[in-house]
C-alpha cells in the first residue's frame, strides 16, 4: 500500500511495463503527470515518515531526485521499451 499521496508500486510497475511507443498521448501524459506528483511528494515526505514499502519502491523507482537514471529506467533501456528521447 502506498502513502498517502503517493502513487502504488503496482501502478507504478504497470505504467513502466508497457513500451512507451505503445501507448496514447494521453496515457504518455498522465504517466508523467502522475510520475511528477510522486516525485514531488517522495521529495516533501521525510524518509522517517515514509513505511519501508515506500522507501523500497523510492529506491528502485529512482525517486531520489539526484538526476540519476532509476532501476526501473535503466531495466527498460536493456529490454529496449525506453524512451528514445533519454540517454
Not at 26 to 50: I, L, N, R, W, Y
Not at 72 to 87: L, R, S, Y
Request: charge should be negative; aromatic fraction near 0%; glycine fraction near 10%.
Amino acid at each position: 500500500m502506498a502513502d498517502t499521496g503517493r502513487q502504488s508500486m503496482t501502478d507504478k510497475a504497470a505504467a513502466s511495463m508497457k513500451p512507451e511507443s505503445q501507448k496514447s498521448m494521453t496515457e504518455q501524459a498522465g504517466d508523467k503527470a502522475k510520475g511528477m506528483a510522486d516525485s514531488v511528494a517522495s521529495t516533501m515526505q521525510p524518509q522517517s515518515e515514509k513505511s519501508a514499502t515506500q522507501k523500497a519502491g523510492d529506491t528502485v523507482s529512482g525517486n531520489s531526485n539526484e538526476g540519476q537514471e532509476s532501476l526501473m529506467e535503466k531495466a527498460k533501456q536493456t529490454m529496449g521499451m525506453g524512451d528514445a528521447e533519454k540517454k
